[in-house]
């Protein structure tokens, strides 16, 4: 079966860490870009962080520059996001992506835009 997995997720406290990975089943990830996404209760999904297939390239949204670091292993065919100084808006289902079109809109696809899979997710809650 073809898939991404996410795993990672959990419950922490305002200020901690955590490092999420996006593990590919069925497939390798050279040639994929890839992103992590966000989505919290009642608010529109939100890019996060996404890295091109070459590794040159990555791209943060604002709310986590400074705070949150994207990489990729393809030998380990996985994706991370480490996660630092969390804060309790972070709190939300975290998911990756995949896609081969172009890593500039990845993170803020303009209608039509496709990635190829997508995971289940994993939450993340910060709080006290």
């Known amino acids: 079966q073809l898939q991404l997995v996410e795993s990672g997720g959990g419950l922490v406290q305002p200020g901690g860490s955590l490092r999420l990975s996006c593990a590919a089943s069925g497939f390798t990830l050279d040639g994929y870009h890839i992103g992590w996404f966000r989505q919290a209760p009642g608010k529109e999904r939100e890019g996060v962080s996404c890295i091109s297939s070459s590794d040159d390239l990555t791209y943060y949204a604002d709310s986590v520059k400074g705070r949150f670091t994207i990489s990729r292993d393809n030998a380990k065919n996985t994706v991370y996001l480490q996660m630092n100084s969390l804060k309790p808006e972070d709190t939300a289902v975290y998911s990756c992506?995949?896609?081969?079109?172009?890593?500039?809109?990845?993170?803020?696809?303009?209608?039509?835009?496709?990635?190829?899979?997508w995971g289940q997710g994993t939450q993340v809650t910060v709080s006290s």
């Open positions: 992506a995949a896609t081969t079109w172009a890593v500039q809109a990845m993170c803020a696809p303009p209608p039509g835009y496709e990635y190829r899979y």
